[in-house]
């Protein structure tokens, strides 16, 4: 039975009149349900002999560039030069600016491959053009060359010939024209000359002078000066390596004063201690504010527990000065250390986090809950402080009966709505959030779970007829009903109830067997 489908003219009308803009929107279209079903949704297969292209057929005029009909390569040659532009950048605006014609193409270098491309100078009408159409100087006099321009570097060589700033006898990529003769950027530069050799360069004194003279302000300044043009020859990049017997530290050396953690002499403890008990501050926060501002003075560690370790007691001491109780500190027990967490109404573990950090807390109930009271009455972090939620592990869930019965009344419709459902306050705790998992033996899909009555698709597969038991019924409901064509069949199907195992999509179902070319003998 085929489909009877409009002619392709009025069909094309009638899509031009739905004013979609592009291939996306139509298929979106096409899976809406509201397209006629004499309007074909691969109009390309149904009209293959006068389709054109999807612009045509939306009324775009949008067309696929494999479709365009491009102008001659000297045509477009001509064209783009009119344009002068000057290098493969300003080529790549153009092409996203929109301006472009659609019969020049925006990658000429595969549509003219064999038909008179050269290069992007020669398309651009640079002055720079390809090496197999122009005669370069030789190896030797190119060296000569480039070393006159006193260059440091191959990406300072890249960027003269990005900005067609060298001779049109002077290649831009050297390394690929004299590669017979190619011995590095080095040689070909000659800047491994210019380098001081080991031992020539000013005395450690005179050059930390001269660099602090500089006014940089950290290491990453110094390393963006070291490979600048502006360093002297005889200021190493490396002072440290320089300078072994000298060397301190960056600080030192850019003269910001600033030394590394190892090189600092701090105060004993005792000094350092009673500096910060004057301080008066009682949180960890209060701290740490501290020792990022300006006020700390560089003999008092930002990390006080590393510094002292063989005195540390604890932070809380270290910022008041208060005798801490032993080690071995005797915690509450958890009921009652679970009222102290759940009566500071804080929210979940991170909130918990922050309140250790202030160091407010009692020396008894300890940082880590979960550890302290493994197996002592710990449940989880919501349990501990006290939101209502219950670790679903020491959850006993109802049996697969009585709990279809507890959700039948919140009148959940979808697997989709379920799964919003669980997320809510609603859900009963003794009520799995993934019922299909857990009931795995008497699992019947999600239409007996929530009681709507639908059978998913793999339930009713294990029940459809085998193809030559259905195609008995396909005829007889065919020939008692005087069905002649898909119309007429879906019609059916929405009118009338199908005998069980018979599905009403037998083209999908059946496609081993190609259901629809035995329906149409």
């Known amino acids: 039975m085929k489909k009877e489908f409009q002619n392709f003219e009025d069909a094309r009308k009638f899509v031009q009149s739905l004013n979609l803009k592009n291939q996306k ?20 297969k149904v009209y293959h002999k006068d389709w054109i292209s999807m612009g045509d057929w939306l009324g775009t005029g949008f067309i696929h560039p494999k479709n365009y009909q491009f102008r001659s390569f000297e045509d477009a040659r001509k064209f783009v030069q009119s344009l002068n532009l000057k290098n493969q950048k300003e080529w790549r605006q153009y092409i996203k600016s929109g301006n472009k014609p659609n019969d020049i193409p925006s990658t000429p270098a595969r549509t003219y491959k064999n038909n008179g491309w050269i290069g992007l100078s020669d398309w651009l ?30 990406t300072e060589w890249k960027n003269l010939a990005k900005d067609d700033k060298l001779p049109d006898n002077i290649p831009h ?8 003769n190619w011995k590095g950027w080095k040689d070909f530069l000659g800047y491994e000359k210019q380098y001081v050799p080991k031992g020539e360069f000013q005395n450690f ?11 940089l302000k950290n290491q990453k300044e110094w390393r963006q000066f070291s490979k600048s043009d502006t360093r002297p020859k005889d200021i190493p990049s490396l002072p440290a390596r320089a300078y072994p017997n000298d060397w301190i530290s960056f600080g030192d050396w850019l003269g910001t004063g600033r ?6 002499k701090f105060r004993n403890f005792k000094d350092a201690h009673n500096f910060v008990i004057k301080l008066k501050f009682t949180t960890t926060k209060e701290w740490k ?8 003075p560089d003999d008092i560690p930002t990390d006080p527990q590393r510094m002292y370790a063989k005195n540390w007691i604890s932070l809380e001491h270290w910022l008041t000065g208060k005798n801490m109780p032993p080690r071995n500190k005797k915690l509450l027990d958890f009921e009652d250390a679970r009222k102290f967490a759940i009566n500071l109404k804080i929210v979940g573990k991170k909130g918990w986090m922050e309140y250790i950090e202030m160091g407010t807390k009692p020396y008894n109930i300890p940082s880590d809950p979960s550890g302290a009271y493994k197996n002592k009455g710990w449940v989880n972090w919501n349990d501990w402080l006290g939101d209502g939620n219950v670790d679903p592990r ?17 009148g959940i419709k979808s697997q989709n709505e379920w799964a919003k459902f669980v997320k809510t306050k609603q859900k009963p705790i003794d009520v799995p959030a993934n019922p299909s998992q857990y009931y795995t033996k008497e699992w019947k899909g999600w239409g007996d779970w929530l009681g709507t009555g639908i059978i998913s698709t793999i339930e009713k597969s294990k029940k459809w007829l085998s193809w030559p038991e259905a195609k008995l019924l396909y005829r007889k409901i065919g020939q008692e009903n005087n069905l002649n064509n898909l119309k ?29 070319k035995k329906m149409q003998e």
Not at 173 to 180: E, G, M, R, S, T
Not at 205 to 215: I, T
Not at 498 to 513: C, I, W
Request: charged share 30%.
């Open 25 to 44: 929107e139509w298929r979106q279209y096409t899976q809406s349900g509201k397209k006629p079903k004499n309007i074909p949704s691969a109009p390309e």
């Open 125 to 154: 009408g640079t002055k720079n053009k390809h090496y197999s159409s122009f005669e370069f100087v030789s190896f030797s006099n190119a060296r000569k060359f480039a070393q006159k321009l006193k260059l440091r570097s191959g």
């Open 173 to 180: 990529d050297p390394a690929k024209l004299y590669k017979n």
């Open 205 to 215: 004194e005179d050059a930390r002078k001269f660099v602090q003279s500089l006014n």
């Open 259 to 264: 030394i590394h953690y190892k090189y600092k």
């Open 289 to 296: 504010n501290y020792c990022k501002s300006d006020k700390r």
């Open 394 to 410: 020491s959850v006993n869930f109802k049996t697969y009966d009585e709990a279809k019965k507890n959700i039948l009344p919140f």
């Open 488 to 516: 007429d069949w879906l019609n059916y199907c929405k009118k009338h109830k199908l005998p069980e195992g018979l599905p009403a999509n037998p083209f999908d179902v059946y496609t081993k067997e190609r259901v629809w």
